[in-house]
C-alpha cells in the first residue's frame, strides 16, 4: 500500500502535472504569471499548430519512421536476441560488447561517419536513410532486453515445441514470443521513444529534408507564443504514445491471426 | 530389423564422451525403461533421438527409417521433458492439440482432437482450463494427451514424474503404462528410480558413463547382473571394489564349523534416497577364533585384516537388506 502511494504521488509530479500544465498553457494563450485561473480559454494555439502543414507533414513521416525503426528492431533483434541467449560460442562475450559500442559512441562522430557511406549508397537525405540510421541508438536497447526476456523463458519451450512438430518459425511465433511479450513491449517502447527523440541523426542523414517533428519542435521552440510552443510540446510527448498504442495493436493482431490459424 | 534400432550412437562434448556407441533395440508397442544415476547420459540420449542434440555419430532407425538426418520436427518422435512445459498462454485444449495446429489441422477438429485425448487421460471437460488453473499431476497428464495426440511413432519419456510427490508418482506410473499400451505407443523411459523402471518398462536398460550396460528383463537384470553398476542400479548384493559381487538372492546364512570369515557391521549414518533407507556401515571383520586360509589353503593365525570401507561407499538397504558395500583392504 505505502509502495503503491509513493509510484501514485511520483506518477503524479513527473508525469501527470507536467501534462496537464502543458494542456493549459496551451489552452490559455494569456495566462501570465501571477495569475491563479487563466482570463481566457481557447484552441487557437492547437488550430495554429494542426493547421501548419509542415507540422501535419511532420508527424506523418515521424510517425512513419518510428513504426519502420520499431518494426525492423523487432525483426532483427529477434533472432539476435535468440542466439546470444542460447547459443554458446567462442567470442560470443566480444560480440556483446560490440553490440553496445554505437551507445556509447557520441552520436555525431557515428553519423558524420556513415554520413559518406549513405552519400554513396544515395540513401543521405532520404526518409529511409533517415530510418535506417536510427537503428544505431536503438537495436542495441532491443537486443539487450529481448535478449533479458529469452534467458528467462529458457530454450525448453522451443525444443517442446519443435518435438511436437513445430519449425523454427512456428515456435517463434506461437510459442515462444507470446511468452515474451513483455519484453518485446519494453523493447518497442524504449525503440519509440528513443525514435522520437533523435535530433543529431535525422538532422546530418536527413539533411533537412526529412521532415522529422524533433527538426521542427526546435523552430517552434523559439516562437513567442507560448500556448502554440505548449501545444507543440504536448503533441510531442503524446507522438510515442500513439505509435506504442498502433504497435501494441499490431503485434495484438498478428498473434490473434497466428492463434486462429 | 527391431522397431526401433538405435545403432552406435556416439556423442562428445568437448573431451568428454556423453553417449559412447549406444545400441538399443526395441519392438513396436513395447517401453523400455533406461535407468542410470544422474549425469549419465541418459537425457542425453533422448535428446540426441529427438533431434534436438546432434549426435557425432551412429543411426536411429525407426520402422525401417534412418531419421538421422531429419530435424526434430520431422522425426516422428515426441519428447516429454522432466516439466509439463505446457504453454502458459494456451488453454489445455490448445496445449493439447498444438501438434495438430502446427501441421495445419483445421481449428474445429483440432478441438474434438483435443478434447478426446483429454479425455483419454482422465482429464474430460478440462479444455478452457490454463496450465496455472491445473495441478501438476493434471499438467503432466495434459503434456501426455498432447504427446499422443500427434500419434508418434516413438514416444520418449524424460523422468516425467520427477517433479511430483512421491504417491502422486506412483499412481501416474501405472496409468500411464495402461495408457501407453492401449494406444500401442513404442516408448523409451528414462530414469534413475529402479522401482519406477522396473514398473514402466517392458524391458530394462542400465546406462553407465555413457555405455548401455545391459539390457532385458528386469529379472533377468536381477539375477545376473553383468556390470558392478548394473548391480548396484538393477539388482542387489554385495560387492567389492574389486568387482566381486553377491546378488543377495544367492546369499545365505548357515552355520558351520569351516573355516570362515565374520564381519561386524556398525551403523555410522542413515538416510533416504530412491524412496529407501539406507544407512551407511562400517564393517569391521571381526578378530574371530575360527582361522582363515590363505590361498594356498594354509590356516592364517588370528587376523587382523579389517575390511575399511569410506562411509559413503557402503549402503545398506532396510527393505531389502544389504544392498551394496563397496570397500577395500587395509
Redesign the interface.
Same mark, same amino acid.
Given at each position: 500500500m505505502k509502495h503503491k502511494v509513493i509510484i501514485g504521488v511520483f506518477l503524479l509530479i513527473f508525469s501527470v502535472l507536467p501534462l496537464l500544465l502543458l494542456l493549459l498553457q496551451s489552452i490559455a494563450p494569456g495566462w501570465g504569471w501571477g495569475e491563479l485561473f487563466p482570463s481566457a480559454v481557447s484552441v487557437q494555439a492547437w488550430q495554429t499548430a494542426l493547421g501548419d502543414p509542415a507540422l501535419r507533414e511532420a508527424v506523418a513521416v515521424t510517425i512513419m519512421v518510428i513504426l519502420f525503426v520499431a518494426a525492423g528492431n523487432v525483426i532483427l533483434g529477434v533472432p539476435a536476441a535468440k542466439m546470444l541467449a542460447y547459443k554458446h560460442f567462442r567470442g560470443k562475450l566480444w560480440l556483446d560488447n560490440l553490440l553496445f559500442l554505437p551507445i556509447l559512441i557520441p552520436m555525431t562522430a557515428v553519423a558524420m561517419g556513415i554520413h559518406f557511406t549513405f552519400i554513396r549508397a544515395g540513401l543521405a537525405d532520404t526518409w529511409l536513410g533517415t530510418a535506417l540510421v536510427l537503428f544505431i541508438p536503438t537495436l542495441p536497447y532491443t537486443i539487450r532486453v529481448l535478449r533479458a526476456g529469452f534467458e528467462r523463458l529458457g530454450p525448453e519451450s522451443e525444443e517442446q515445441a519443435k518435438s511436437l512438430g513445430s519449425t523454427t518459425l512456428q515456435a517463434l511465433m506461437f510459442v515462444q514470443l507470446p511468452q515474451i511479450m513483455p519484453s518485446l513491449r519494453s523493447a518497442v517502447f524504449l525503440t519509440v521513444v528513443i525514435t522520437a527523440g533523435q535530433y543529431i541523426l535525422p538532422v546530418i542523414i536527413g539533411g533537412g529534408t526529412v521532415p522529422m517533428l524533433s527538426l521542427l519542435y526546435f523552430p517552434y521552440s523559439n516562437s513567442a507564443n507560448e500556448a502554440v510552443v505548449s501545444a507543440l510540446s504536448l503533441l510531442f510527448a503524446l507522438l510515442p504514445l500513439v505509435v506504442i498504442l498502433l504497435a501494441e495493436m499490431v503485434m495484438r493482431l498478428v498473434f490473434a491471426a497466428a492463434h486462429r490459424r | 530389423m527391431a522397431y526401433l534400432e538405435i545403432q552406435s550412437l556416439t556423442k562428445q562434448y568437448k573431451n568428454e564422451i556423453v553417449l559412447n556407441k549406444v545400441d538399443i533395440k526395441l519392438e513396436r508397442g513395447e517401453t523400455m525403461s533406461i535407468l542410470g544415476r544422474s549425469g549419465t547420459g541418459k537425457t542425453t540420449l533422448l535428446?540426441t533421438i529427438?533431434?534436438?542434440v546432434k549426435e557425432d555419430d551412429g543411426d536411429i532407425f525407426i520402422n525401417g527409417e534412418n531419421v538421422k538426418e531429419k530435424?526434430?520436427? +520431422?522425426r516422428p /518422435? /515426441?519428447?516429454m521433458?522432466q516439466?509439463p512445459?505446457l504453454?502458459?498462454?494456451m488453454n489445455a485444449a +490448445?496445449n493439447t492439440a498444438?501438434?495438430l495446429? /502446427?501441421?495445419?489441422v483445421p481449428?474445429g477438429k483440432r478441438r474434438q482432437e483435443a478434447e478426446k485425448f483429454l479425455e483419454k487421460v482422465g482429464l474430460a471437460g478440462f479444455g478452457d482450463k490454463f496450465p496455472a488453473e491445473c495441478s501438476g499431476g493434471e499438467q503432466q497428464r495434459i503434456s501426455l494427451a498432447?504427446?499422443l495426440i /500427434?500419434k508418434p511413432k516413438l514416444l520418449l519419456m524424460d523422468e516425467p514424474f520427477s517433479h511430483l510427490d512421491s504417491e502422486l508418482r506412483r499412481s501416474m506410473r501405472l496409468w500411464v503404462k495402461e495408457v501407453l499400451k492401449e494406444e500401442g505407443v513404442t516408448a523409451l523411459f528414462v530414469t534413475h528410480d529402479r522401482e519406477e523402471a522396473e514398473q514402466m518398462g517392458d524391458k530394462l536398460a542400465v546406462l553407465g558413463d555413457g555405455e548401455i550396460l545391459q539390457s532385458g528383463l528386469a529379472e533377468e537384470l536381477y539375477r545376473r547382473p553383468a556390470h558392478p553398476i548394473v548391480a548396484s542400479l538393477a539388482s542387489e548384493g554385495f560387492f567389492t571394489k574389486e568387482g566381486a559381487f553377491v546378488p543377495l538372492a544367492a546369499m545365505s546364512t548357515k552355520e558351520t564349523t569351516q573355516p570362515s570369515r565374520a564381519f561386524r557391521a556398525v551403523i555410522m549414518e542413515e538416510r533416504q534416497a530412491y524412496g529407501l533407507r539406507f544407512y551407511n556401515y562400517y564393517l569391521k571383520e571381526e578378530e574371530v577364533v575360527i582361522a582363515l586360509q590363505d590361498e594356498s589353503g594354509t590356516a592364517v593365525p588370528g587376523n587382523e585384516t579389517v575390511l575399511y570401507a569410506p562411509a559413503s561407499s557402503l549402503l545398506f538397504s532396510e527393505h531389502t537388506g544389504l544392498l551394496r558395500a563397496e570397500g577395500e583392504k587395509k
Open positions: - | 535428446r529427438a533431434g534436438i530435424p526434430a520436427e +520431422d /518422435v /515426441v519428447m521433458f516439466k512445459l504453454f502458459p498462454h +490448445d498444438y501438434g495446429k /502446427v501441421k495445419k481449428s498432447r504427446a /500427434v
